[in-house]
Each structure stands twice: as structure tokens, then as C-alpha cells.
């Protein structure tokens, strides 16, 4: 938490874009050492790598904390990552969705759905073995009494990796974790998740190889990248400004309109919420009360209906690279949360969490091998759960811009049924706690 060489967030800013602007400079170099090391590690990656090596190093920082005039602590935040969730990301799912095919999407069939609920079960079954196999070795690190049973706080990570950050509260709210020791639940959530969703961005540089190992039929999803690829080179046009200020008019006007909305729709569920008799039905139904739900789902429904209008046609004029360039300033910005040193702060946490995903893993593997399901299905269905609707378009659109509408409707419904997923986890780990 000490504070960062740079802490303005327009010096920060001019920073993630100049390392993003290398990244995609060094990439296209055809020959030499960045040719073989793009070939190893993906553009994704380091877009998301670099920003965390200057945030470990304390060049930059997501948060930090400083002393006022009368030696008070305060915590000072960064503001980059909230802009970039809540404006760039919204903005870039309506345009990369304005070319969907909607029919197309359904047409990819069952398989998304199954690596979807496979991945829900291995973070259910994961935290309950990860307490299992730790507790072998350190018994104390699984162990705790009352509220300050390590278990509680483990509910935290299931709400999360599961939904998101509404049903992470959710969980908070129903087993009442020691507030004061929450921090390290937190530090797990950021390194874990974030080492994961490194290796599934590695994993897309070689997903051919993988998907031969799989013995995956990715012939729906060539089609509809083949079939989305050929209407942008039939309304493909060199883009006027006319062209660029609609663009930005009708992915702006609905983050707008989305903002407007969830903020009535939030408030309106938050208290139909609150007046539910039933704790159970109460904490379930909590993600409802979240306005960054709303917000993606408004800007998803409202790029989908104009998906059906003549808008799609801006395809052809850049819309889904114009929407790239805003995930890409988000991927920048969630590397920057990612300290690398938090790994060695409480290493008993992280070696739970790093076991609890390796299972999330395992099984993904074994599911996507017995089925034959391609790699995009495990990634987007691992981050659908893990990462949530801010990093599931990310993981989906590497495959290609079409596909990043997949990973928000997985990721929707990964917050329907975060909570009662994350209970059912819970249960187990306490469970698994006692014995």
C-alpha cells in the first residue's frame, strides 16, 4: 500500500497506453527475437502483464495509502479501472455485438452451456478439497473458530468465482466473516484469479495445438467467425468522421442510457430485495441490487436490438475495432491491480486458492477432452465464472470480436446463480473444516 512513484491517473493513463502501444508495435514485428516471443506469448498477455510489472515495482499503483496534515491515514484509489469498467467496457460490448448473429451464437450449440455449469461445479467441489489437502499440511491455515473461521471467509471467494463482486458481498452478508481479516480474502480473489486468467490468455496463442489435443470440432465457431468476417468485407468502407461520431453516439448513448436505467433498476430490486422475509431468498436475489449487473445487461439487450437495424452496418466502418481498443484499455487497467509481490503476503490463502482453481481446471479439462468441446468453450465457460462480465468478453473476444457476446450472456448467468452456488460450496467447506 505504499505509495506509487505516480499517482495522478492522467500520468498513470498516458503510461497503460504507452505499454499497450508497444505491445502492439513489438508484435508486429515479423523478424527477430519479438517474432519468436509472440509466437510463446500472446499480444493479450503482455497488454495485461506489462501494467502488472509496473504496479509490483510501485511505478504505479491501483491503491495506496498516505498521511494528512494531523498523521491520519488515508487511502487514496485510482479511478482507471472503474472508468474503464463501467464506460470502455459497456461502450465496447455494443459495438462488438452490433454485427452479432444471434442465431449463429445459438447454433454454437450445448457445449458452451455444459463447460459453463463444469466450471460452476469445480469451484463448488474445489474449495472443499482445497481445505481437505491443505489442512494435511498446515491444519492452521484452514482452521479458525466462530467468525473467524477460515471457511467463512473461503465463502467470499465462492461468491465471486462463481458470480461476481454482488454475490461476493452476498456471502460476506450471510456468514458474516471477520471483517478485519476480509483483506486477505481479497488479496487471494486478485492474485488467484488473475494468475488463472493469465494462463487462459497463454492458452489462446496455442489454441489450435490444443484444440487438437481436445479432439474439438470448432466448425461452428470457424462459421460464424467466417460468416461475420464476410459481411464486414461486404459493408467494409473507409470510416468519415460522420462515421466515427455515430459510432462513438450509439456506443456512448447506451452506456448513457444503461447508467440511467440501472440506476433506477438497482435501487427498485435493491428494495423488492430488502422486503423478502426469507434471509436465504434475500441473499440469493441480492445481485439484483447491483447496478453494474444492469448495466451490462441493459447495453448487451439494447446492442442486440440494433443488431437488427441498419447499425449493423458500422460494422464495416470499424465498430468491433474501435470496441477493441476499449477492452484492451480495461485489460491494461486490470493488470494494473494485479501486485505481484501480494503472492508472498499470505502464501497459506493463495496455496488454497491456487489448489481450489487447479481443480476448477482439472475438471474443466477432463469435461472439454470427454466431450470434445474447443478451447474457447473452457476459457469463456472458466471465465464466465471466475473473471465475471469484466473479463469473459475480454477472454472471448481474443478468439475473435463476433464472440465477446458469449462471454457476457455466460457470465449474466453466472450472477443468477453465484449466490446459491457459493452456499452450496460453502456448506461443503465447512464440512470439510470440522472433520
Given amino acids: 500500500m505504499s505509495e506509487p512513484i505516480f499517482t495522478n491517473d492522467a500520468i498513470v493513463f498516458g503510461i497503460l497506453l504507452i505499454s499497450l ?137 465462492a461468491g465471486s468465482w462463481i458470480g461476481g463482486g454482488a454475490n461476493q458481498t452476498a456471502m460476506l452478508e450471510i456468514y458474516q466473516y471477520n471483517p478485519s481479516k476480509y483483506g486477505g480474502m481479497v488479496i487471494v ?86 422486503g423478502i422475509t426469507s ?28 443488431s437488427y437495424t441498419k447499425a449493423k452496418n458500422y460494422e464495416g466502418a470499424g465498430a468491433s475495432k474501435i470496441g477493441s481498443v476499449c477492452i484492451y484499455i480495461l485489460v491494461a487497467t486490470i493488470g494494473m491491480k494485479m501486485d505481484l509481490a501480494m503472492i508472498f503476503d499470505n502464501l497459506g490463502l493463495i496455496a488454497i486458492g491456487l489448489v481450489w482453481m487447479t481443480i476448477h481446471a482439472g475438471l474443466l479439462i477432463l469435461v472439454a477432452k470427454l466431450i470434445k468441446a474447443p478451447y474457447f468453450f473452457l476459457a469463456v465457460g472458466s471465465q464466465a465464472n471466475v473473471g465475471g462480465a469484466a473479463s469473459a468478453p475480454i477472454v472471448a473476444q481474443a478468439f475473435h470480436p463476433s464472440l465477446a457476446t458469449v462471454g457476457v450472456l455466460l457470465a449474466v448467468f453466472g450472477y443468477a446463480i453465484g449466490t446459491i452456488g457459493a452456499i452450496l460450496c460453502t456448506i461443503l467447506m465447512e464440512l470439510s473444516a470440522t472433520l
Avoid at 502488472?52 to 491520519?72: K, Q, S, Y
Avoid at 481436445?214 to 467467425?225: C, V
Avoid at 445487461?297 to 436490438?305: E, G, L, Q, R, Y
Fill in 279 to 306: 434471509e436465504v431468498w434475500k441473499n440469493i436475489f441480492t445481485f439484483l441490487g447491483s447496478s453494474f449487473f444492469w448495466l451490462i445487461s441493459i447495453s448487451t439487450i439494447v446492442a442486440i436490438i440494433l
Fill in 21 to 157: 502501444g508497444f505491445v502492439f508495435y513489438t508484435e508486429n514485428i515479423k523478424t527477430g527475437f519479438w517474432a519468436k516471443f509472440y509466437k510463446i506469448v500472446p499480444g493479450l498477455f503482455m497488454a495485461y502483464f506489462v501494467p502488472a510489472l509496473f504496479t509490483t515495482f510501485r511505478i504505479i499503483a491501483p491503491e495506496w495509502e498516505t498521511e494528512n496534515a494531523v498523521g491520519e491515514v488515508v487511502k487514496n484509489e485510482s479511478q482507471l479501472y472503474y472508468v474503464a469498467s463501467r464506460f470502455l467496457l459497456p461502450a465496447a460490448l455494443v459495438l462488438m455485438t452490433l454485427s452479432i448473429d444471434l442465431k449463429a451464437i445459438f447454433n454454437l450449440g450445448s457445449k458452451a452451456l455444459v463447460m459453463f455449469f463444469t466450471g460452476t461445479i469445480g469451484i463448488i467441489i474445489g474449495g472443499p478439497i482445497a481445505i481437505l489437502l491443505i489442512s494435511i499440511f498446515s491444519p492452521e491455515t484452514v482452521g479458525g473458530a466462530d467468525f473467524d473461521a477460515v471457511w467463512r471467509g473461503l465463502s467470499t471467494l
Fill in 189 to 274: 480473489d486478485i492474485v488467484v484469479a488473475n494468475i488463472w486468467m493469465a494462463i487462459l490468455l497463454i492458452g489462446i496463442g496455442k489454441k489450435d495445438k490444443i484444440d487438437k489435443w481436445l479432439g474439438a470440432d470448432t466448425s461452428a465457431i470457424e462459421e460464424l467467425k467466417q460468416k461475420v468476417s464476410k459481411f464486414t468485407q461486404k459493408v467494409k468502407r473507409n470510416p468519415s468522421l460522420t462515421d466515427l461520431m455515430i459510432m462513438l453516439a450509439i456506443a456512448f448513448g447506451t452506456v448513457g442510457f444503461g447508467h440511467f436505467a440501472a440506476s433506477y433498476l438497482s435501487v427498485y430490486f435493491s428494495n423488492l430485495v430488502t
